[in-house]
Antibody
């Protein structure tokens, strides 16, 4: 079964840092580009970051550029999102998403609050 | 970054046909087309179409998608109660090098 499982979410203070992980299984992870997409509770979807299959190409949304770092470890079938200088507006459910948005994890909630 | 434009809500009767729209420009929808996603409350989104007209296996044939210029459309025929959900469109913007989402359309089946 194709599956993406996120972890690492939680409560963090403004200005703090958090690292999200996504464990992939059921497919050849190294063959697929990956994304992080977030959703504020009760609101719409916002794309965060993209990384190509071999990590050679990375794109970020303006809202997180310079603060968030996407990375992957193909040997571990894992995707990561290093989040720094967190703000209240980063509060959201963060989804790990495969390539053309065809596979989504269940999401992990990040809450930025003092 | 400006997103794609979707109507906030659409209401249709049971067994009727609903058409949802998604407007962009020549750098996104008009370039590579749009993806359509369905999201039920409390669940992650599910892909219905990618690049405007390609339907993944397992998606009901009651769903169809098309594109005309810079506008993509999702049509759902024979509306069922389980079709009540939020629908999002998405497209790669080749000028901005970002993925854009629409604000979502809440479909209500009366």
């Amino acid at each position: 079964e194709v599956q993406l499982v996120e972890s690492g979410g939680g409560l963090v203070q403004p200005g703090g840092s958090l690292r999200l992980s996504c464990a992939a299984s059921g497919f050849t992870f190294s063959s697929y580009h990956m994304n992080w997409v977030r959703q504020t509770p009760g609101k719409g979807l916002e794309w965060v970051s993209y990384i190509s299959s071999s990590s050679t190409t990375i794109y970020n949304a303006d809202s997180v550029r310079g603060r968030f770092i996407i990375s992957r470890d193909n040997a571990r079938n894992s995707l990561y999102l290093e989040m720094n200088s967190l703000r209240a507006e980063d509060t959201a459910v963060y989804y790990c998403v495969r390539d053309k948005l065809e596979v989504w994890g269940q999401g992990t909630l990040v809450t930025v609050s003092s | 970054q400006a997103g794609l434009t979707q109507p906030p809500s659409v209401s249709k009767g049971l067994r009727q046909t609903a058409t949802l729209t998604c407007s962009g420009n020549s750098n996104n929808v008009g370039n590579e087309g749009a993806a359509w996603l369905q999201q039920h409350q409390g669940h992650p989104p599910k892909l219905l179409f990618y690049r405007s007209e390609n339907r993944p296996s397992g998606v009901s044939e009651r769903f169809s998608a098309s594109r005309s210029g810079n506008t993509a459309s999702l049509t759902i025929t024979g509306l069922q109660p389980e079709d009540e959900a939020d629908y999002y469109c998405s497209a790669w913007d080749s000028s901005l090098s970002v993925v854009l989402f629409g604000g979502g359309t809440k479909l209500t089946v009366l």
